[in-house]
């Protein structure tokens, strides 16, 4: 009884082939493990410690507390995180219901102007405004220095439309046309049905979201004076342009080692976006991918 050979493929791996697989992922997981390590400890590392070490402890000795206690004392940084836990919340709960609705409204067959409203969201992605008229459309608006500067010219991102638009066209007309025969309005075929098979998509996008705005710093440069900075852009203004963290009411500054403050600051903005990914995981491969490819 003769045996037909396996593919390439599906020939089981060598040991020389499985160990460089092992170690090539230990030496990624390094890259990125020890980096974060590295800002974790220093952060927690004593003012004394941090300048025997040259600036960088990987594990400190005798960890503490006091970079934290010193930038959310009530000042700048205290500040910018309830700014940005504001605009990240409110915005993307904003931002997730124009989508949905808008999605919605271009997803469906029949629906007056729906397909010239879609060209003109597409051609805004392939040509995006410049940032002087951009600038000037705020500005006219009366919303410099406004919290909602942060929020309204990024309200609708055209890529989470697109994803939504495709994932609400993949549900099959079987499905709203029998509500329809049930004598559902539109509003009620999408609470009831829509968006309860829609919640692959709707996480991915409201992730999406919620980094995006947790990330921003440009905008809150351009229309927000200093005293109403979000956390990243006081992030980018200490760690990276190295400027001193001053109240503006107080007139205070910090009191700790310079490297260690700055690694406290860059882990207060990190942490809260790693603790979400885990819990959304899971929608993102079936959430994008779906959306993608029936779009």
Known sequence: ?????????????????QVGKVVALV???????????TILSTSLASQGEVVENGGWVLWPTDPTLDAYRDILNGGIVTHALGVSIGVTAVGTALSLLCTVFLAYALARPNVYGSKPVLLLILFTFLFPPGMIPSFLVVKELGLLDSYASLVLPVLVNVFNLVVLRG??????????????LDGASDLRILWTIVLPLSKAALA???????VAYWNSWFYASLYMESDHWPLQQVLRTYVVAGEGLTDTTTGEGTVSAPQTVQMAVLVIATVPILIVYPFLQKYFTKGVLTGAIKS
């Open 204 to 210: 991915v996008v409201g992730l999406f979201y919620a």
């Open 1 to 17: 009884m003769s045996t037909q050979a396996r593919p390439g493929w599906m020939e089981k791996p060598k040991a020389v082939t």
């Open 167 to 180: 994932f609400f066209q993949g549900i099959p007309e079987e499905l709203y046309e029998a509500a329809r």
């Open 27 to 37: 030496v990624v997981v390094a890259l990125v493990c020890v980096p974060f390590l």
